[in-house]
């Protein structure tokens, strides 16, 4: 019982370059979201989805693209990484109905050189 | 703008002293606000939830009491243990949105 993954758990790239970093759910989760983690600022919402191929903006999602093509995966793709896109980079899923709780996955730890 | 304000941005606690948290959120339609406990290098995990409903809820050592009122609930932690030390979240969610609305986290060091 994997639950919900996320990979690489570490990444060091160069500004500019495009990085994408995977989600992937063993729970059938309808809903899942991309968040990211900055001292000060707690967990942002980048991109959430509802179901496969239904994906929706959040708080902060300049910079950043997000596809839906089955429901266990979300992968989030930065296409020119910046230096302030540098942060922990959280995936969460949801039940579609019965519970608001969202579990995460272990976060991707992302440095933009 | 953040729908949830949470308060202190840290704390330091003695072992067996009480660490209490504050969150304030103005939108009336939320129903369902939770804390969240987040360890180093791992991610958030649920540890409590409550409905506005009730006006406290007790799981062992923790216990989230909810004004509706003041539109605001807060987090208490009992006799804390260093293994409590950790980051906690308040969040909130309203029943048109499955998204939350997080608050900015809370440090919390507990001190053997």
């Known amino acids: 019982d994997a639950g919900i993954t996320q990979s690489p758990r570490y990444k060091i790239t160069e500004t500019g370059r495009q990085v994408t970093l995977m989600c992937h759910q063993t729970?059938?989760?309808?809903?899942m979201f991309w968040y990211r983690q900055d001292l000060g600022h707690g967990l942002r919402l980048i991109y959430y989805?509802?179901?496969?191929?239904?994906?929706d903006k959040g708080e902060v999602p300049d910079g950043y693209v997000v596809s839906r093509s089955k429901t266990e995966n979300f992968p989030l793709t930065l296409e020119s990484a910046t230096r302030s896109q540098t942060s922990v980079y959280f995936c969460?899923?949801?039940?579609?109905?019965?519970?608001?709780?969202?579990?995460f996955g272990p976060g991707t730890r992302l440095t933009v050189t | 703008q953040q729908q949830v304000k949470q308060s202190p941005q840290s704390l330091i606690v003695q072992k067996g002293g009480i660490s209490i948290i504050n969150c304030a959120y103005e939108?009336?339609?939320?129903?369902?606000f939770p804390w969240y406990q987040q360890f180093p290098g791992k991610g958030p995990a649920l540890l409590i939830a409550?409905?506005?409903?009730?006006s406290e809820k007790k799981e062992g050592r923790f216990t989230i009491s909810f004004n509706k009122s003041a539109k605001q609930f807060s987090l208490h932690i009992m006799d804390s243990q260093p293994g409590d030390s950790a980051t906690y979240f308040c969040?909130?969610?309203?029943?048109?949105?499955?998204?939350?609305?997080f608050g900015a986290g809370t440090t919390v060091t507990v001190r053997a």
């Open positions: 409550i409905r506005p409903d009730v």
């Open positions: 939108n009336t339609a939320f129903d369902y």
């Open positions: 989805s509802a179901a496969a191929d239904i994906t």
């Open positions: 969040a909130a969610s309203s029943p048109f949105d499955y998204k939350l609305s």
């Open positions: 729970w059938s989760h309808s809903y």
């Open positions: 969460a899923s949801r039940v579609t109905s019965g519970g608001y709780e969202q579990y």
